[in-house]
Nanobody
Framework: QVQVVESGGGLVQAGGSLRLSCAAS????????MGWYRQAPGKQRELVAV?????????NYADSVKGRFTISRDNAKNTVYLQMNSLKPEDTAVYYC???????????WGQGTLVTVSS
């Protein structure tokens, strides 16, 4: 069964940058999408950015991160990245990687990685 593992979280000052990585445990033939969600204390999990694999590259971003975050993928490494620039304290959250694959769009979630942005 495929798993995903996140890395790259940490503590950074406001205005700084971090890059998150999410690696799938094995090659997957039919990836539908890979993306990043986040959950801040007391809030619901929300979509941050997603890249879809079918019919050409398609990406979507939450309005709150547009122009600051960039999602990218490395197919050879089965990895997706989230480059986060100009970080704000409100970006503080646990960031989760999601992989969706197969005809039934099976979802696989990572354990999460904590990003803390200090003011």
């Amino acid at each position: 069964q495929v798993q995903v593992v996140e890395s790259g979280g940490g503590l950074v000052q406001a205005g700084g940058s971090l890059r998150l990585s999410c690696a799938a445990s094995r090659s997957i033939f039919s990836i539908y999408s890979m993306g990043w969600y986040r959950q801040a204390p007391g809030k619901q999990r929300e979509l941050v950015a997603v890249v879809r694999y079918g019919g050409g590259i398609s990406t979507n971003y939450a309005d709150s991160v547009k122009g600051r975050f960039t999602i990218s993928r490395d197919n050879a490494k089965n990895t997706v990245y989230l480059q986060m620039n100009s970080l704000k304290p409100e970006d503080t959250a646990v960031y989760y990687c999601q992989l969706v694959h197969g005809l039934l769009h099976v979802e696989v979630w990572g354990q999460g990685t904590l990003v803390t942005v200090s003011s």
